[in-house]
């Protein structure tokens, strides 16, 4: 809180000198002070926050990689002489148990080329494959494991 206290005063103030910084972090301990005395807000609360943050920019980035290894896949068989592909309606249940990670699941597995989420209830996944070999580990993939780690 005191990080985005202290953030916002600095946006609001066109000229940065000593005076306006020195001001915004004395306002900006003031209303920290006042939160967690008046309104018992806790500065472990920002830790979350940055955590989770931190967190999500890894999935990301880990969700830009799997979608490239994903297309090349599609790629190797939208292009390939011969067509082998085994199209499949998997299930499986997922370890995540908030609904926001398990919709951030289901809209990722959309957008990986070649699956879809048909269905998803109490946690279990109805997805088709173009192939089987493209959801193959998924219950155990690293977006998986990323959004165990924010839901923590």
Not at 20 to 41: D, K, L, N, T
Not at 93 to 100: A, D, G, I
Request: proline share 3%; charged share 20%; glycine share 4%.
């Amino acid at each position: 809180m005191f990080f985005l206290c202290l953030l916002l005063w600095l946006i609001l103030f066109t000229q940065l000198n000593t005076e306006v910084i020195v001001a915004g972090i004395i306002v900006s301990g003031a209303v920290c002070w006042f939160a967690c005395v008046h309104m018992h807000y806790k500065l472990a609360n920002d830790y979350n926050l940055i955590r989770k943050l931190f967190l999500g920019l890894q999935y990301a980035f880990i969700l830009v990689w799997e979608t490239a290894k994903a297309n090349i896949a599609v790629f190797r068989i939208v292009y390939s002489r011969k067509i082998e592909i085994e199209p499949r309606i998997i299930y499986f249940r997922t370890v995540l148990e908030t609904n926001p990670t398990r919709v951030a699941l289901a809209n990722s597995i959309t957008l990986m080329p070649g699956s879809v989420v048909i269905a998803l209830e109490d946690g279990l996944f109805c997805v088709h494959c173009l192939d089987g070999k493209l959801v193959e580990g998924i219950e155990d993939s690293t977006p998986v494991r990323q959004l165990r780690k924010i839901e923590e």
